[in-house]
């Protein structure tokens, strides 16, 4: 793989000037944006240029690792504290037998059966002018290196080469300098072998799977356990531990407060719903008894639901996160990772904004224009009405809109002309962070429409919340996931509009984008679609309470949009 390859074989030159070039391998390349890391070294002489693609290469493996680990598909590490120093150096010759079979196997392509009795030009196994001269390179560079030089520049690459065996390399361990020595040799005599063939000797080498090592039994044993949990045959999967998932909660809210990080009420409530959930759907309460089966089961079942693809992964990953605070507080000695997401393929998941056409659609419907309300309880009465217009004048995401309550509805604390949403997490509700606590001003013709009745008709009943279908629900996470349900087959079924990067959500960025056509800055749009604020000037001013806004420049900007359905808008009362 190219990512395995020496860091010599990553330089090259573009004019005069050296450049570092590899391609994103295969097993990341669909969440890394680039086809392949290129970066210019700033230098014409070759030995500055071997210093700085060394820092690069360690640098961007770093990177890979990183993203491996987040995905999941990095091995299982191998256990090595118990290896000594033949256990090491047959690693090293796996990785020279590696190279060379490697190496081997690109000229056996293109080799015909007559060289081996030596009856055709040996030039034909040849490989590439380019990989020819960067070995040559490469050997030249390693014959003048210290071994403390190699394992500085070259620890990246030996990191990678046997990363397929999962046996772990770190600078501390008791044999670290002495592998690395090995390695190095290992490398200039597959060098010196790669030279060989290039002046047509066959070299013979043994393959790779005939030396042994303990990484061979470990690995084994790793993928016998991977297998009984799956079957949900190994007795670590079925030993009881006297702890449940609510144990683990309390134990992952312990580990957050200890490492200063923010827990918010929304997350909480989240992981609450999933382990009711799930204990609900697996009849396991005992962390002990979880094996991988079930955590697919559920994530199986959570698949068959009206759910997006983006939302179940979450819930499982809710479980999957406590299990593993399970494992790291040594309750279980398991944990769950890799193969257990529904992949996403890459841009199904961003929401794009309705076009002119399909808001007059949406807003031609008779909901709008004769307050035909429909009937089926997933609407919610009213809400079917005033969500979409909430959503598209004031960008108030679906969940914000359902928990308004009357306190959360009137005219701003220093400016009581402008009459606004508060939204907040107060008396309960859930935000998604701090930043989305924010006063937004509300359209006039909203106002003047009846949306205040619907506030006063909620407060002289003493409701929490505005809608009177929530009120009798009593809970925003089912009458959320009713609403978007219905609001997703009457966008696809009754209004005919079928492209999936459009829903209820749509309205949000149809709302940012009206907000850019009457001149808002980036900030402002931040302001009033409560987003944190991006890059280095997030690190200043105070983390708590919100900065100052002008709340009359916002107010203004809200009201310059340009919405021309308002004005065929049947408004209730009318």
């Known amino acids: 793989?190219?990512?395995?390859?020496?860091?010599?074989?990553?330089?090259?030159?573009?004019?005069?000037?050296?450049?570092?070039?590899?391609?994103?391998?295969?097993?990341?390349?669909?969440?890394?944006?680039?086809?392949?890391?290129?970066?210019?070294?700033?230098?014409?002489?070759?030995?500055?240029?071997?210093?700085?693609?060394?820092?690069?290469?360690?640098?961007?493996?770093?990177?890979?690792?990183?993203?491996?680990?987040?995905?999941?598909?990095?091995?299982?590490?191998?256990?090595?504290?118990?290896?000594?120093?033949?256990?090491?150096?047959?690693?090293?010759?796996?990785?020279?037998?590696?190279?060379?079979?490697?190496?081997?196997?690109?000229?056996?392509?293109?080799?015909?059966?007559?060289?081996?009795?030596?009856?055709?030009?040996?030039?034909?196994?040849?490989?590439?002018?380019?990989?020819?001269?960067?070995?040559?390179?490469?050997?030249?560079?390693?014959?003048?290196?210290?071994?403390?030089?190699?394992?500085?520049?070259?620890?990246?690459?030996?990191?990678?080469?046997?990363?397929?065996?999962?046996?772990?390399l770190s600078r501390s361990m008791a044999y670290f300098d002495r592998f690395m020595g090995a390695c190095m040799k290992a490398e200039i005599e597959y060098l010196n072998t790669f030279l060989d063939r290039e002046g047509g000797k066959l070299q013979a080498h043994p393959h790779p799977d005939t030396i042994s090592g303990k990484w061979r039994e470990a690995s084994q044993r790793i993928s016998d356990q991977q297998v009984s949990r799956i079957l949900g045959t190994n007795p670590v999967t079925v030993q009881r531990t006297g702890k449940t998932l609510s144990d683990c909660l309390e134990q992952w809210k312990g580990d957050?407060?200890?490492?200063?990080?923010?827990?918010?009420?929304?997350?909480?409530?989240?992981?609450?719903?999933?382990?009711?959930?799930?204990?609900?759907?697996?009849?396991?309460?005992?962390?002990?008894?979880?094996?991988?089966?079930?955590?697919?089961?559920?994530?199986?079942?959570?698949?068959?639901?009206?759910?997006?693809?983006?939302?179940?992964?979450?819930?499982?990953g809710h479980i999957t996160t406590l299990v593993t605070t399970a494992k790291k507080a040594g309750w279980v000695d398991h944990d769950f990772s890799g193969g257990i997401y529904i992949e996403i393929p890459a841009g199904t998941n961003e929401r794009e904004p309705f076009d002119l056409s399909e808001l007059d659609i949406i807003f031609s419907h008779s909901v709008f224009i004769k307050n035909e309300f429909s009937t089926n309880p997933k609407s919610a009465e009213n809400i079917q009405f005033w969500l979409p217009l909430i959503s598209i004048t004031s960008g108030l995401i679906s969940s914000e809109i359902m928990q308004l309550g009357p306190e959360t509805v009137g005219p701003h604390p220093s400016h009581p002309e402008i009459i606004c949403f508060y939204v907040s997490n107060a008396g309960g509700r859930s935000l998604k962070a701090h930043t989305r606590q924010r006063y937004v001003p509300i359209r006039q013709e909203l106002l003047?429409?009846?949306?205040?009745?619907?506030?006063?008709?909620?407060?002289?009943?003493?409701?929490?919340?505005?809608?009177?279908?929530?009120?009798?629900?009593?809970?925003?996470?089912?009458?959320?996931?009713?609403?978007?349900?219905?609001?997703?087959?009457?966008?696809?079924?009754?209004?005919?509009i079928a492209d999936e990067k459009k829903s209820i959500y749509s309205f949000r960025h149809n709302f940012r984008d009206g907000l850019s056509a009457v001149g808002a800055t980036n900030y402002e749009k931040?302001?009033?679609?409560?987003?944190?604020?991006?890059?280095?000037?997030?690190?200043?001013?105070?983390?708590?309470?919100?900065?100052?806004?002008?709340?009359?420049?916002?107010?203004?900007?809200?009201?310059?949009?340009?919405?021309?359905?308002?004005?065929?808008t049947m408004w209730p009362g009318e």
């Open 1 to 168: 793989m190219d990512d395995e390859l020496p860091f010599a074989s990553h330089i090259t030159r573009r004019g005069r000037v050296f450049q570092y070039v590899r391609r994103v391998p295969d097993d990341i390349s669909d969440v890394v944006p680039l086809a392949r890391i290129q970066r210019s070294l700033r230098t014409t002489d070759k030995a500055v240029a071997y210093a700085a693609a060394a820092a690069i290469h360690r640098e961007i493996e770093q990177q890979f690792a990183t993203l491996r680990r987040k995905r999941g598909v990095t091995l299982n590490i191998v256990p090595v504290d118990d290896w000594l120093w033949p256990d090491w150096e047959s690693l090293a010759n796996w990785l020279k037998a590696t190279l060379l079979e490697e190496d081997w196997l690109i000229r056996l392509r293109v080799l015909p059966g007559g060289a081996f009795d030596n009856g055709v030009p040996t030039n034909l196994f040849w490989r590439d002018a380019v990989t020819a001269r960067s070995h040559i390179d490469l050997l030249t560079r390693l014959r003048t290196m210290t071994v403390e030089t190699y394992a500085q520049e070259r620890f990246g690459y030996v990191q990678a080469a046997i990363r397929p065996v999962g046996v772990p």
């Open 256 to 316: 957050r407060k200890r490492a200063n990080k923010k827990i918010t009420k929304h997350g909480l409530n989240e992981k609450e719903a999933a382990i009711e959930e799930f204990q609900k759907h697996a009849k396991i309460r005992d962390i002990g008894e979880i094996s991988r089966a079930n955590i697919i089961a559920y994530r199986d079942h959570l698949s068959k639901t009206m759910l997006a693809t983006a939302t179940f992964n979450k819930k499982v």
């Open 526 to 568: 931040d302001q009033l679609m409560g987003h944190s604020e991006a890059g280095t000037g997030a690190k200043y001013g105070t983390r708590k309470a919100p900065r100052v806004v002008d709340i009359d420049r916002l107010n203004s900007l809200i009201q310059k949009i340009r919405w021309p359905f308002l004005a065929n």
């Open 448 to 496: 003047k429409g009846g949306l205040l009745n619907v506030v006063a008709e909620a407060r002289e009943n003493n409701r929490k919340y505005i809608w009177k279908s929530i009120e009798l629900r009593n809970n925003i996470d089912l009458s959320s996931n009713m609403f978007s349900a219905y609001w997703s087959d009457h966008l696809r079924n009754s209004l005919l």
